[in-house]
């Protein structure tokens, strides 16, 4: 039987699979917690927007923020991808993957001088600016640099993507880009700076987007703004329409990437510019599970029983910080009937919650969960809390399976710390 995300299966001998390698024999080398990705399906997400989006001239910039293990960067790398970064850090990861600077467009709300510079002096393709304040550091650093540097503007069109409110970017209360009507003169500013090119114009609305209308919306008005610059004169190359499209965490319906195409190339291909685009969720969202191990089962009078694993919130952030749903599967069910658990993590933490009130067949201490589609913005945002070290990470490819990060050891969490008594 194939469970709801593609690339994993489970048959009656082995239990849940991935690339028909079972879950338990590389859980029996590595331990728990532990992400497992399948890279098959890692490039045929990418190979579907390529598709998608071939009608015009275009980039996919995969965004690291969704996953930045260095293993994955090369693997999209090799199937043409370009690179989102939206820190220093990311961008020398990014090059530390075979990118190119000239691969690269740099994001980001609060770029720091140093950041500033480096892009800078690498020469990145676009750096995507916030602030006029932004901008007046960017020429300076280009004219100390003796460069010109290549930007964008962010702007803001004051479009509600309809996702989390934590993960909505394109309101005019929320901290992103430059108000839209405001553009044109701030272009028209660049446009007279000899240290400066201004290159694209780029919108960000969201992330987790299940519905055509804002990104639609945020197409038509960037689009618009981009073909006003170019008819006074301005050397507008690229639209960088940001990224945001949603997978199905549950049984909800959400845009596919194909809808996701027929609703901005129409409004694109007419203005002759070519299109950016910044997926990321999209690429890599589905294509991993955070494996874990029950460690604990409580139950009493008045409560639901819960079932404590050994992964939790410093794994996996997202159920703790936007309420986000992840399905659970066990790894191999055992037979009886389904009950309902809280599945909660180790910390010392209300809020360390991996799934409320969920069915799922009856557990014992030491059986073996899956959550799914954790292969976005889980690893990427795990940290070490109550000093717990880093999910090992393993990549499952047609000729087998390799860890791509171990686990991390105290001795790791340890290594940066002065140790005097």
């Given at each position: 039987?194939?469970?709801?995300?593609?690339?994993?299966?489970?048959?009656?001998?082995?239990?849940?699979?991935?690339?028909?390698?079972?879950?338990?024999?590389?859980?029996?080398?590595?331990?728990?917690?532990?992400?497992?990705?399948?890279?098959?399906?890692?490039?045929?997400?990418?190979?579907?927007?390529?598709?998608?989006?071939?009608?015009?001239?275009?980039?996919?910039?995969?965004?690291?923020?969704?996953?930045?293990?260095?293993?994955?960067?090369?693997?999209?790398?090799?199937?043409?991808?370009?690179?989102?970064?939206?820190?220093?850090?990311?961008?020398?990861?990014?090059?530390?993957?075979?990118?190119?600077?000239?691969?690269?467009?740099?994001?980001?709300?609060?770029?720091?001088?140093?950041?500033?510079?480096?892009?800078?002096?690498?020469?990145?393709?676009?750096?995507?600016?916030?602030?006029?304040?932004?901008?007046?550091?960017?020429?300076?650093?280009?004219?100390?640099?003796?460069?010109?540097?290549?930007?964008?503007?962010?702007?803001?069109?004051?479009?509600?993507?309809?996702?989390?409110?934590?993960?909505?970017?394109?309101?005019?209360?929320?901290?992103?880009?430059?108000?839209?009507?405001?553009?044109?003169?701030?272009?028209?500013?660049?446009?007279?700076?000899?240290?400066?090119?201004?290159?694209?114009?780029?919108?960000?609305?969201?992330?987790?987007?299940?519905?055509?209308?804002?990104?639609?919306?945020?197409?038509?008005?960037?689009?618009?703004?981009?073909?006003?610059?170019?008819?006074?004169?301005?050397?507008?190359?690229?639209?960088?329409?940001?990224?945001?499209?949603?997978?199905?965490?549950?049984?909800?319906p959400v845009v596919t990437v194909e809808q996701y195409a027929a609703a901005l190339l129409p409004i694109v291909r007419p203005s002759g510019l070519s299109l950016l685009l910044e997926p990321g969720r999209a690429v890599v969202g589905?294509?991993?599970?955070?494996?874990?191990?029950?460690?604990?089962?409580?139950?009493?009078?008045?409560?639901?029983?819960?079932?404590?694993?050994?992964?939790?919130?410093?794994?996996?952030?997202?159920?703790?910080?936007?309420?986000?749903?992840?399905?659970?599967?066990?790894?191999?069910?055992?037979?009886?009937?389904?009950?309902?658990?809280?599945?909660?993590?180790?910390?010392?933490?209300?809020?360390d919650v991996v799934g409320r009130d969920r069915e799922l067949p009856p557990l014992e201490v030491g059986d073996l969960v899956a959550i799914l589609d954790a292969g976005a913005y889980g690893s990427a945002m795990s940290f070490t809390?109550?000093?717990?070290?880093?999910?090992?990470?393993?990549?499952?490819?047609?000729?087998?399976?390799?860890?791509?990060?171990?686990?991390?050891?105290?001795?790791?969490?340890?290594?940066?710390?002065?140790?005097?008594?």
């Amino acid at each position: 039987m194939t469970i709801a995300t593609a690339g994993f299966t489970r048959d009656d001998t082995h239990g849940l699979t991935c690339n028909g390698v079972p879950l338990e024999s590389i859980i029996a080398r590595v331990g728990t917690p532990a992400y497992i990705y399948s890279a098959p399906l890692v490039r045929e997400a990418w190979r579907r927007l390529e598709r998608a989006f071939a009608p015009v001239p275009h980039a996919l910039h995969y965004a690291l923020k969704a996953n930045s293990t260095l293993a994955l960067l090369r693997l999209l790398r090799a199937e043409g991808a370009c690179a989102d970064a939206n820190s220093g850090g990311e961008i020398e990861v990014a090059l530390r993957a075979g990118f190119g600077p000239g691969q690269i467009v740099f994001t980001g709300v609060g770029k720091s001088e140093s950041e500033l510079r480096r892009a800078i002096a690498l020469g990145v393709h676009a750096i995507n600016a916030e602030s006029p304040g932004e901008i007046d550091r960017i020429d300076a650093y280009a004219r100390e640099a003796g460069t010109r540097a290549r930007v964008a503007v962010r702007v803001n069109p004051d479009i509600d993507a309809g996702t989390h409110t934590h993960i909505s970017t394109g309101r005019r209360h929320d901290k992103f880009g430059v108000p839209i009507e405001l553009a044109p003169a701030l272009y028209r500013d660049i446009a007279r700076r000899p240290a400066l090119a201004p290159v694209g114009v780029h919108v960000h609305v969201g992330s987790q987007i299940t519905d055509l209308a804002p990104l639609r919306g945020a197409a038509e008005a960037v689009v618009a703004l981009a073909k006003a610059l170019l008819a006074d004169g301005l050397a507008i190359e690229h639209v960088d329409l940001g990224g945001g499209l949603g997978i199905p965490y549950d049984d909800t319906p959400v845009v596919t990437v194909e809808q996701y195409a027929a609703a901005l190339l129409p409004i694109v291909r007419p203005s002759g510019l070519s299109l950016l685009l910044e997926p990321g969720r999209a690429v890599v969202g589905a294509a991993a599970v955070l494996a874990a191990r029950v460690v604990d089962l409580k139950a009493f009078p008045g409560g639901r029983p819960f079932a404590v694993l050994d992964a939790g919130m410093t794994d996996l952030l997202r159920p703790a910080l936007y309420g986000a749903y992840h399905r659970i599967e066990a790894v191999r069910p055992r037979p009886g009937r389904r009950q309902r658990y809280e599945v909660v993590g180790p910390l010392c933490e209300s809020s360390d919650v991996v799934g409320r009130d969920r069915e799922l067949p009856p557990l014992e201490v030491g059986d073996l969960v899956a959550i799914l589609d954790a292969g976005a913005y889980g690893s990427a945002m795990s940290f070490t809390y109550n000093r717990r070290p880093l999910a090992a990470e393993v990549l499952v490819d047609e000729d087998g399976w390799r860890v791509i990060r171990r686990r991390s050891t105290v001795d790791d969490l340890l290594a940066l710390e002065a140790d005097e008594e």
